[in-house]
């Protein structure tokens, strides 16, 4: 089978792949297959993968044929992790040409063994509507993960601080004092305020939201005090 993984940066792809070749390492053998440095060619991308997924380094570059044929001979059936998929895509003339000779050879030995491959949300979303890229009857499912809505970013961040053994406190956005009444009436109001002003800023990004999270935080007498961000 051959699988693609598609979301935004911060959305958990690598996080995904590595809890997929977890759960599956009992019942198959998972390879993780990496990137040093760009893909830049068919000729490269052979290699690139003769190298990661055969172990053969050097000597004569494989065909697509060559690499096929000894890909489906691998004891099996193995599951291969390939992340960042969009690594061999170039933003030039011809730049669609290490990723399609990648893609021919995934799905021809798709038979043999599973492939799940991640994509940069955009990258993917583009890559799909641009004519003779690849074929999408190549792909047996595709996953787009979700972007982070409020709920989604208050149990992460939330979980994360209570991991690090700190206290969150909301009092300042909420505009609780001493002589406040109903404060924790306040205090969830400005909390759920706040999660959705998060997700709205940040476009349900992980990563955005992490750093305007941490923007707006501030340390009082062993207390996180949330504020806005800019």
């Known amino acids: 089978g051959l699988h693609v993984i598609a979301g935004d940066r911060g959305l958990g792809k690598t996080t995904l792949l590595g809890w997929l070749g977890q759960s599956l390492a009992s019942e198959y053998r998972v390879v993780s297959?990496?990137?040093?440095?760009?893909?830049?060619?068919?000729?490269?991308?052979?290699?690139?993968?003769a190298a990661r997924v055969l172990g053969r380094e050097g000597g004569t570059p494989l065909t697509r044929g060559e690499l096929i044929e000894d890909i489906s001979k691998l004891s099996g059936p193995r599951v291969f992790l390939v992340d960042d998929m969009?690594?061999?895509?170039?933003?030039?003339?011809?730049g669609f040409q290490a990723l399609r000779e990648v893609l021919q050879v995934l799905h021809a030995t798709s038979d043999d063994h599973f492939w799940i491959?991640?994509?940069?949300?955009?990258?993917w979303s583009y890559l799909r509507g641009v004519p003779g890229v690849?074929?999408?009857?190549?792909?047996?499912?595709?996953?787009?993960?979700?972007?982070a809505g409020p709920d989604t970013l208050a149990r992460w961040l939330s979980t994360v601080i209570a991991q690090a053994e700190q206290t969150l406190s909301f009092d300042a956005l909420a505009g609780?004092?001493?002589?406040?009444?109903?404060p924790e009436r306040l205090r969830v109001r400005a909390e759920a305020a706040f999660w959705r002003l998060l997700a709205d800023s940040?476009?349900?990004?992980?990563?955005?939201?992490?750093a305007l999270w941490i923007a707006g935080l501030s340390s009082e007498g062993g207390t996180l005090r949330v504020g806005l961000f800019d």
């Open 176 to 182: 609780v004092g001493p002589n406040t009444v109903e």
């Open 202 to 210: 940040s476009a349900g990004n992980p990563e955005v939201a992490r």
């Open 33 to 49: 297959v990496g990137f040093d440095s760009p893909v830049d060619s068919p000729e490269a991308a052979r290699t690139w993968l």
């Open 86 to 94: 969009e690594r061999l895509f170039l933003r030039e003339v011809g």
């Open 117 to 123: 491959c991640s994509f940069h949300g955009p990258t």
């Open 134 to 147: 690849f074929d999408p009857a190549y792909f047996d499912q595709i996953h787009t993960l979700p972007l």
